[in-house]
């Protein structure tokens, strides 16, 4: 069945490390989204790509669409404490819409 | 501005009791509405989804239902809860007609016992 895995699971770093989260989905989607959620949170909406090959930038948080619209990634760069959380990527294909597994980003000051 | 509201905030059952859970969404109109769970340090399973007032679709077989009485309100419930049902409950909405970007409530956490 359709799946939408994300590597690392777990990544822990020391503050003004770089961090990237890797998404890969077993069939393509129509766009990516991506979410972060702090721990005892909710999800929070963080940016949407469209295009094949798209990216953006929003400050540190780079993201990335890959060409055949199967994987994504986030990078943050210089991580700082305030992006504790769990990163997940999501996105629909055909009438449905799969949420990643996540990854659990720990900041170490 | 859009808001959504989630009651309660937590909530604690016995296993067989019955649950309601209720999603209100404020500032928008003919919103989609979503329903996931999300078990402890896990991910979002969608459970429901809905485009309109009485269209409900199913995406995981449980002992959970959902219904939509009206525009922006949304409500998931159960006639008997199972030890697994226990979890993080998260409504979310999203403007139509696709699955665009969610807005999540703040979520209920459901203790079963």
């Known amino acids: 069945g359709q799946q939408v895995m994300q590597i690392p699971q777990y990544q822990h770093v020391q503050e003004g490390e770089d961090f990237t989260t890797y998404c890969n989905s077993s069939?393509?989607?129509?766009?990516i989204q991506w979410y972060k959620q702090r721990p005892g949170g909710h999800p929070v909406f963080l940016i949407q790509?469209?295009?094949?090959?798209e990216v953006k930038k929003q400050k540190r948080l780079t993201f990335q669409f890959g060409e055949a619209k199967k994987n994504s990634s986030l990078h943050i760069t210089a991580t700082q404490t305030t992006d504790v959380g769990t990163y997940f990527c999501?996105?629909?294909?055909?009438?449905?819409?799969?949420f990643g597994t996540g990854t659990s980003l720990t900041v170490i000051p | 501005s859009q808001t959504i509201h989630q009651w309660p905030a937590t909530l604690v059952q016995p296993v067989g009791s019955p649950l309601s859970l209720e999603c209100t969404v404020e500032?928008?109109?003919?919103?989609?509405l979503y329903w996931y769970r999300q078990a402890a340090g896990r991910g979002l399973q969608l459970l429901f989804y809905?485009?309109?007032?009485?269209?409900i679709s199913s995406e995981v077989p449980q002992n959970l239902s959902a219904s939509r009485p009206q525009d922006r309100q949304f409500i998931l419930s159960s006639k008997k809860l199972l030890l697994s049902d226990s979890g993080f409950y998260l409504c979310?909405?999203?403007?139509?007609?696709?699955?665009?970007?969610?807005?999540f409530g703040p979520g209920t956490r459901l203790t079963v016992l």
């Open positions: 999501a996105g629909p294909t055909g009438n449905q819409f799969y």
């Open positions: 979310a909405w999203s403007r139509g007609p696709s699955y665009n970007e969610q807005f």
């Open positions: 809905s485009v309109g007032i009485g269209q």
């Open positions: 500032g928008t109109s003919n919103p989609n």
């Open positions: 069939t393509t989607l129509s766009n």
């Open positions: 790509l469209v295009k094949s090959g």
